[in-house]
């Protein structure tokens, strides 16, 4: 059974980069034919899918996100990272790293896949 565990600081400050990584156990993440996503929930507000990278390691991310968003793997480590640069306030969310078979926010909606726990990241000076 795979398992993904987030990791990476709670606070950063407002423009900022923000860094989590995402370590999966009981599977790789260069298994053909799943992709492996960065999801964030802002408090009183819905999912929202940002970016994936697939098992071959090309990129796929949210346009709303785009200029600011990276995922990158480091496949000897079995894990992928997420970056997200200039973040403000309206950044503050607790964020998932999540496997599936496709990728974006429809596929995520209803919590398809095998998700991690989640980490709560706050901005905030």
């Known amino acids: 059974q795979v398992q993904l565990q987030e990791s990476g600081p709670g606070l950063v400050k407002p423009s900022q980069t923000l860094s989590l990584t995402c370590t999966v156990s009981?599977?790789?993440?260069?298994?053909?034919?799943?992709?492996w996503s960065w999801i964030r929930q802002p408090p009183g507000k819905g999912l929202e899918w940002m970016g994936a990278?697939?098992?071959?390691?090309?990129?796929y991310y949210s346009p709303s996100l785009k200029s600011r968003t990276s995922i990158s793997r480091d496949t000897s480590k079995n894990q992928f990272t997420l970056q997200l640069t200039s973040v403000t306030p309206e950044d503050t969310a607790v964020y998932y790293c999540?496997?599936?078979?496709?990728?974006?926010?429809?596929?995520?909606?209803?919590?398809?896949?095998?998700w991690g726990q989640g980490t709560q990241v706050t901005v905030s000076s």
């Open positions: 999540a496997r599936g078979s496709g990728y974006g926010s429809t596929y995520y909606k209803t919590r398809k896949g095998n």
């Open positions: 009981g599977g790789s993440i260069t298994t053909t034919y799943y992709y």
């Open positions: 990278i697939t098992y071959s390691g090309s990129t």
